[in-house]
């Protein structure tokens, strides 16, 4: 019964790969949004997704491109990686009708650059 | 532009005592405030959320804050500290002017719970 879930939890690369994070939520919620935590825990919205429309994007290198098939799912593929993308990615959605800002958290993507 | 404060970016209380969390915001608007919580190694929670209903918000687990609109706080409390509560916690402002779609998260208080 697991609300917003992503995978892989861990993901190890090294330099100049290319890698997808998927997320899903079961929530029936219609906004998603991407966030990369730093080591330093500062946490920074990347994109927001409304019905599967990008809405917000903060300045993300293109390297990084989301990618909504539907309403429950957002991924994230990130080309060229970098050691600077090494962070934990949260994943998250939130409904219409309580505020789109209440959102819930999938559990965090690890990833290491190497 | 809106933006978030913590003051502290580590608290340590003994377990049972309160607990006080200062956050900060900056709003052109009104504002919608939120706080979370992150237990290590999991992802965020939401405690509670301040839009405009009442100043004083109850959230979970016995935490509560109040938005105070002259001092431009919304500062976290909880009476009696549980071991549990140890993890990091976020305030969270909304920017209104997006329709909710950005927040902007200050940058954590690690709260450390003694026995």
């Known amino acids: 019964d697991t609300a917003v879930s992503q995978t892989p939890k861990y993901l190890v690369t090294q330099m100049g790969n290319d890698k997808s994070i998927k997320c899903e939520q079961n929530?029936?919620?219609?906004?998603m949004y991407w966030y990369k935590q730093d080591s330093k825990k500062f946490l920074k919205i990347m994109f927001s997704?409304?019905?599967?429309?990008?809405?917000i994007n903060e300045t993300v290198p293109n390297r990084f491109s989301p990618k909504s098939p539907d309403k429950a799912h957002l991924n994230l593929h990130i080309n060229s990686l970098e050691l600077g993308d090494s962070a934990v990615y949260f994943c998250?959605?939130?409904?219409?009708?309580?505020?789109?800002?209440?959102?819930?958290f999938g559990p965090g993507t690890r990833l290491t650059v190497t | 532009a809106q933006s978030v404060t913590q003051l502290d970016s580590h608290v340590s209380v003994s377990e049972g005592t309160p607990v006080l969390l200062r956050c900060n915001y900056s709003s052109s608007y009104s504002p919608s405030l939120f706080w979370y919580v992150q237990h290590p190694n999991k992802g965020l929670q939401l405690l509670l959320k301040?839009?405009?209903?009442?100043?004083l918000v109850k959230g979970i687990n016995g935490f509560e804050a109040e938005f105070k609109k002259s001092e431009t706080s919304f500062h976290l409390t909880k009476p009696s500290a549980h071991m549990s509560d140890a993890a990091e916690y976020f305030c969270?402002?909304?920017?209104?002017?997006?329709?909710?779609?950005?927040?902007?998260f200050g940058a954590g208080t690690r709260l450390f719970v003694k026995a």
């Open positions: 301040y839009t405009s209903a009442a100043t």
């Open positions: 997704y409304n019905n599967k429309e990008l809405i």
């Open positions: 929530l029936g919620h219609d906004t």
């Open positions: 969270v402002v909304s920017d209104p002017l997006t329709g909710g779609f950005k927040t902007i």
């Open positions: 998250a959605s939130s409904p219409p009708d309580r505020g789109r800002d209440e959102q819930y």
